[in-house]
């Protein structure tokens, strides 16, 4: 799914929209729009597709941020999975994407813990052993076709990505750690167009507010 095609959907179904979901979709779809023309540098497709994913859920968290930013993410991944009634997103899931889902919930780099231990945080010398749980609990998900359990867990990952790169963790188009940035910008790419599609699909779910309205409810 393209972002052009995206785009057609949302000029004709526009009206079905309100507001907020007009205002989520259409800065998505734009943030996708811009990370396909990222053929040659994964690094800003990630980046822009994780916006675009951001515009599709992300609210205004007054404290608590990560755990919010958390709670957040795995309610919208809740509601897209309840929505898939067709099952649009297991070939994707269990075809297209197996092999850098498996990877990214292999690849302790991409495990928030094991950053959390290497900063030495209390509480974190058992990030290993957390880490064998981890892949435990994706690979029971993956061996039973647990949709929902397994986004969870690749997003989890997926976050941690996001931050290395928004808070100059990484350097760009660097050597290091390769596989996990092209294996983040490759999920992106094809689950952010299906999600701004079930959103399209369910005109009457709530979405929330989204971030930073403007005045007036003008076009963003």
Known sequence: MTSKALS????????????????????????????????????????????AFNAMYASDHADGYERAESESRNRFLGNVVELDRDNRMQPIIWQRLAEPIRLLVNNRYVFQPFWKHYNLVDGYDDWAERFERSKEIAATALAQRDTLATLRIVFDRLYVLRNQLLHGGATWNGSVNRRQVQDGALTMAFLSPLFIMLMMDNPSVSWGPPHYPPDGRQQH
Do not use: H, M, P
């Not at 000029?11 to 259409?26: M, P």
């Not at 996708?32 to 540098?41: K, L, P, T």
């Open 8 to 51: 057609d959907r949302f000029d004709t179904s526009g009206e079905r929209f309100s507001d907020d979901l007009r205002l989520r979709l259409r800065r998505a779809i734009s943030w996708v729009e811009r990370a396909e023309r990222e053929n040659n540098d994964v690094d800003a497709a990630f980046v822009f597709y994780w916006i």
